[in-house]
């Protein structure tokens, strides 16, 4: 007459079972109350259940890899790919580019960032050195005869009807008497001087060119095609910028100069020897 819970097999399977006696007023037992439930639907819902808890938490770790990948991508991975690819820039003689980073997380990428940029500037600063000690004249500045040569060896000597390319070299007269009587300074700041107002000269006229070729050796040339009269009408435009006299530390000098133009005619065009042995 005692409440029973339990496995109890019937008929070979098992089922999960509980019993329970049914009293009457005197306290006798009158009848059962059997409750039943087979274990092996039991166990069906419980592996059910596993499964399903399983394939979520699959999904559900997927999901968090995926956002921790892109993440760790975002933050990190794409960062050092542009790092890697400026770098490539850089080698391929690119120097005037910097990186941006567009967040203010992580300090490290941060400073991984303004370290690339301060290198690539330093880089830029000293190139552009370098190019100015390479082919500017230390004296006045201007362009020196390195980068002439250069430049002049790549001149495409292509001449159509009556247009021409030429090479204007001026000589100043007497410098080295002037550097005698007045000392080498004098000479220098003559020199400079001179530079200054042939800049002045040229920059007013398209497509020419100033260069200091040595001493007391200037060369203006012009690399596309003109007409005669033009050349005539700059030749005296130079001549005439002596005219003025120059004052050099208390020293008012007149001095001439010495002009000779080289040009090439009756091109076929293209870059030719024959041009260039003549000009």
């Known amino acids: 007459g005692e409440t029973y819970i339990g496995k109890t097999t019937i008929i070979d399977m098992a089922y999960l079972t509980m019993y329970a006696p049914i009293l009457n007023s005197n306290n006798k ?7 039943g439930n087979s274990l092996r639907d039991f166990h069906k819902r419980n592996r059910e259940i596993i499964m399903s808890v399983s394939i979520l938490g699959t999904f559900l770790l997927a999901i968090a890899l995926f956002a921790a990948h892109t993440w760790h991508n975002k933050m990190f991975i794409r960062p050092l790919k542009e790092v890697s690819s400026k770098i490539k820039t850089v080698s391929e003689g690119k120097y005037n580019t910097e990186l941006v980073y567009d967040s203010k997380d992580y300090d490290e990428i941060q400073d991984l ?3 690339f940029n301060s ?4 880089i830029l600063y000293s190139h552009k050195k370098i ?18 040569f250069e430049k002049y060896d790549s ?3 292509n001449s159509m009807g009556e247009s021409l390319k030429f090479l204007m070299y001026i000589d100043i007269d007497e410098l080295k008497a002037i550097n005698s009587m007045l000392g080498h300074k004098i000479g220098d700041l003559l020199i400079t001087a001179v530079s200054k107002r042939l800049v002045e000269l040229v920059s007013n006229h398209d497509n020419y060119e100033l260069f200091r070729l040595l001493g007391d050796e200037f060369v203006i040339c012009r690399i596309t095609n003109f007409i005669m009269i033009e050349l005539h009408q700059f030749v ?5 910028s002596f005219n003025e006299p120059f004052l050099i530390e208390n020293h008012k000098m007149r001095v001439t ?3 000779g133009v080289s040009y090439c005619k009756n091109c076929t065009g293209g870059f030719c020897v024959e041009c260039n042995k003549d000009c």
């Open 131 to 148: 190019e100015t000690i390479a082919y500017y004249d230390t004296l006045t500045g201007i362009k020196n005869r390195a980068l002439l």
């Open 155 to 157: 001149v495409d000597n």
């Open 29 to 35: 037992p009158i009848g059962v109350l059997f409750v």
């Open 113 to 115: 960032y303004k370290a």
């Open 236 to 240: 005296k435009l130079v001549l005439h």
């Open 119 to 122: 290198m690539a500037k330093e």
């Open 257 to 259: 100069a010495s002009i």
